[in-house]
C-alpha cells in the first residue's frame, strides 16, 4: 500500500504544477517565455541565507525585455488556484542581492537561456511565518527593426513562486484537518451519491495531502478506496482534496509502463496522460452503480484525522410510482365515467 501512495505521488507530481499554478505558465507559452521553477518551497533559518535560481529561456523569434518585480499571492482556498496581489513588503529577497535590480529591465534574445541568482538573506530577529512570494517577469517584445519604445508590445507576465518558511529548523509544522466532508444522508438507489472533502491546514507551514476515501457496503467484504492526489495547503488555508480510484490509479501505472512503447510507435504520450489524470482525477466524486440498497459507509482519512458517514439508499422512485399508480388509475377512472354520463347534445 505504501508503494501504491508513493507510485501515486511520483506519477502525478507534475500535475500540481500545471494545475494549481496553470494561468500563469500557460501565459508564458504564448509568449514563447519559459519559467523554471514554476514553484519552489525553500526553508530558511533567521540570521541565515540562501540563493535560489530561476531560469528564464526565450524559446521566440524576438528579443524580449524582462522587468522582474516581486508580489506576494495567495490562495483562493478551494481549488489551490493562485491568486496574486499587488506588491510585496518582504524586503529580504533581491536579484544578485541588490535591491535596485527590481523593476530594472534586462534583455534576453531569441534562443537564449538565462539563470538568475535571487539571494534570501534573514536577519537574526526574522519572524516565524511562511511567506508566499512570486517573482513576475513582465515582459515587452522588441522588434527586429529597432528596439526603441515605440516598437515595443507588451506581451504577458510569467511568474516564479516561492511558499518561503521562516522558522529555526526544517521540521515539518504543517497540520492537516477536515473541515467538511459533503455528501447527502438519504439518496435514491437509481441515482447515486456525490461526495467531496475540505481540509484546512492548522499548522505554520504549508503540508501536502494524504490519505484516502474508502467506501464500503454491507454485507460486501470488498472497499472502493480513492487514493488522495498529493496537493498542498498553505498555512492556515483550506482546499478541496482531489482523488483518483485505484483502480484508475493501476491503469495510469500500466500507461507510465508502456511509455517508450507508445513514443516508439509515433503517439503522443503526454497528451493521452494529461488527458487521462485531467478526466480521472477531481475534487467531486459520483458513486454509482445499477443500483444501490441499504447503508454506504464511507470514511475519509487525512494524516491522522478520521471521519465517518453514511449514506442510505432506497428505491424512492419505485416507491413514488407505486404510489402513483393507484393515483392516476383512479383519475383515469373517474374521466372515463365522466365522459361516458356526459349527455349528448342533439341538435348539435
Known amino acids: 500500500m505504501r508503494r501504491l501512495i508513493y ?11 500545471w494545475l494549481g499554478f496553470g494561468g500563469l505558465v500557460h501565459a508564458a507559452s504564448a509568449l514563447d517565455l519559459q519559467v523554471y521553477p514554476p514553484v519552489a518551497y525553500l526553508s530558511v533559518k533567521p540570521g541565515a541565507g540562501i540563493n535560489h535560481q530561476i531560469k528564464l529561456k526565450n524559446d521566440g523569434l524576438y528579443t524580449m525585455e524582462i522587468t522582474p518585480v516581486l508580489v506576494n499571492f495567495h490562495s483562493d482556498d478551494r481549488l489551490g488556484r493562485v491568486v496574486l496581489e499587488q506588491k510585496s513588503d518582504f524586503a529580504y529577497m533581491n536579484l544578485d542581492g541588490d535591491a ?7 534583455i534576453i534574445k531569441p534562443g537564449e537561456e538565462q539563470t538568475l541568482n535571487f539571494v534570501i538573506a534573514l536577519p537574526s530577529d526574522a519572524k516565524f511565518e511562511e511567506r508566499y512570494l512570486s517573482v513576475l517577469f513582465q515582459a515587452k517584445q522588441l522588434s527586429y527593426a529597432s528596439a526603441s519604445a515605440k516598437d515595443t508590445v507588451i506581451s504577458a507576465v510569467v511568474a516564479s513562486n516561492v511558499v518561503l518558511f521562516i522558522a529555526g529548523d526544517e ?14 444522508k438519504i439518496v435514491d438507489s437509481f441515482l447515486g451519491f456525490s461526495f467531496s472533502a475540505l481540509v484546512k491546514n492548522v499548522g505554520i507551514n504549508a503540508t501536502p495531502i494524504e490519505g484516502q476515501i474508502k467506501i464500503s457496503h454491507w454485507p460486501d467484504q470488498s472497499s472502493e478506496i480513492y487514493k ?42 503526454q497528451a493521452a496522460k494529461t488527458k487521462f489524470i485531467n478526466e480521472k482525477l477531481r475534487n467531486k466524486f459520483l458513486y ?27 428505491p424512492f422512485s419505485i416507491l413514488a410510482i407505486a404510489i402513483l399508480l393507484p393515483i392516476l ?10 365522459l361516458k354520463n356526459k349527455p349528448v347534445d342533439l341538435k348539435s
Open 7 to 17: 507510485n501515486f505521488s511520483i506519477i502525478l507530481a507534475g500535475m500540481f504544477f
Open 100 to 106: 535596485a535590480k527590481w523593476g530594472r529591465n534586462f
Open 171 to 184: 521540521q515539518n509544522r504543517g497540520e492537516l484537518t477536515i473541515e467538511q466532508f459533503f455528501l447527502p
Open 228 to 269: 488522495l492526489y498529493p496537493d498542498m495547503v498553505l498555512a492556515g488555508g483550506t482546499r478541496l482534496v482531489r482523488a483518483m480510484s485505484e483502480a484508475d490509479l493501476k491503469e495510469l501505472e500500466q500507461m507510465e509502463a508502456g511509455k517508450d512503447v507508445q513514443i516508439a510507435a509515433g503517439n503522443d504520450y
Open 288 to 314: 454509482k452503480k445499477s443500483f444501490l440498497i441499504g447503508a454506504y459507509d464511507l470514511e475519509l482519512k487525512v494524516g491522522d484525522d478520521i471521519l465517518q458517514k453514511r449514506v442510505i439508499a432506497l
Open 329 to 338: 388509475y383512479w383519475i383515469f377512472l373517474a374521466l372515463r365515467k365522466l
